[in-house]
């Protein structure tokens, strides 16, 4: 019988609130399977069963909080015996009574700003969730029409984003890179490297493609690191048990700026197994799902290391070992 728990998404998780159950007991799962849905201080996370099994029973229900670890609930191996009633613990009774409102922190921080009801809001975020967006169309929705005969007043300055909007991610952030800096030992090799002939060869290539189909520099950037680490594999791995543990699969972590404000470093995986234009298929999925809140949980765990684009004419690759979240 094996517990399904409470992933940690980030090494400043300490939490998160169970959203939705996409499985009930009884249901047969296998590896890979989304079967809830977590609200974190990053977002909404779509989080994967990594067993083949039966769901036993559901300990948590929707609406909960609960601490990294918890077990959320039993998942049997197809053909073992079920447990008896009274080893299975009952679920958490935290449901508040009422409707439960799905919303980005963004969007909570939005609507109290505006005097906005969530619960007057249909989302349009995954699985009906609020989105900042939505919050900003009801804002105007809201707005009184002009009188009759007389011109609508010009639109007012755009309203300037408070610096604390995403108080929660930023939080979230400020606590991971301190602790990054606080305990783990760094050190910064700098190289300077001649792209032409890389750009000349992307300039070349792109021009025989049409528009949706062509190339970002930023592909050629993620082969070159998956190749380097083909040829130094002790960079690829993640520091586990107290000590490391070299990775075989190439998952590179890809920093993407949210529209909102914040970063976010999800995963893509096999980077080496992947062609020019499956890698550039896969960072535009990554890159949309991120924004609009649809990451699953492997992809914010996997990484086994990262790399960050720091504009168009210089870029910054982070090597190095990952500690585990």
């Known amino acids: 019988m094996a517990e399904f728990r409470m992933p940690s998404l980030g090494a400043d998780m300490e939490a998160g609130t169970l959203v939705e159950w996409n499985v009930q007991t009884g249901d047969r799962v296998k590896r890979g399977d989304i079967i809830a849905l ?3 201080d990053k977002g909404l996370i779509e989080v994967e069963v990594f067993e083949d099994g039966v769901v036993e029973k559901i ?11 918890t077990a959320l609930a039993f998942i049997r191996a197809e053909g073992a015996a079920p447990l008896p009633a009274a080893a299975v613990p009952s679920a958490l009774p ?6 439960r409102v799905i919303a980005s922190p963004s969007a909570r921080k939005l609507a109290a700003e ?9 989302g349009s975020g995954p699985r009906g969730a609020i989105q ?17 005969g007389k011109p609508a007043p010009p639109p007012p300055p755009e309203r300037p984003v408070p610096p604390d909007y995403q108080a929660g991610m930023r939080r979230a952030i400020a606590a991971a ?20 002939c890389a750009l000349t060869w992307l300039e070349g290539e792109n021009l025989k493609r049409s528009i949706k189909d062509r190339l970002l520099p930023a592909v050629l950037l993620l082969k070159a690191v998956a190749r380097a680490l083909a040829d130094v594999p002790e960079l ?14 190439i998952h590179i972590g890809f920093a993407i700026s949210m529209r909102q404000g914040g970063l976010i470093t999800p995963a893509i995986h096999n980077v080496d197994m992947l062609s020019h234009d499956e890698l550039m298929g896969a960072m535009r999925d990554l890159i949309t799902r991120t924004r609009a809140g649809r990451l699953r949980s492997s992809e914010m765990t996997d990484a086994t290391i990262t790399v960050t684009n720091l504009g168009d004419l210089g870029v910054k690759t982070v090597f190095g070992v990952i500690y585990p979240p």
């Open 38 to 40: 977590v609200e974190t």
């Open 59 to 69: 300990l948590v229900l929707p609406g909960a909080k609960v601490p990294v670890g």
């Open 94 to 99: 935290v449901t508040p009574p009422g409707k």
């Open 114 to 122: 505006l005097g906005i009801d969530l619960t007057a809001i249909q």
């Open 132 to 148: 900042r967006a939505d919050i900003e169309l009801a804002a105007r929705a809201a707005k009184p029409a002009p009188p009759a």
């Open 177 to 196: 890179m301190g602790r990054s800096n606080r305990e783990i030992p760094h050190y910064y090799l700098e190289m300077e490297i001649d792209m032409e």
């Open 236 to 249: 690829n791995g993640y520091w586990l048990d107290d000590r490391h543990q070299v990775s075989e699969a």
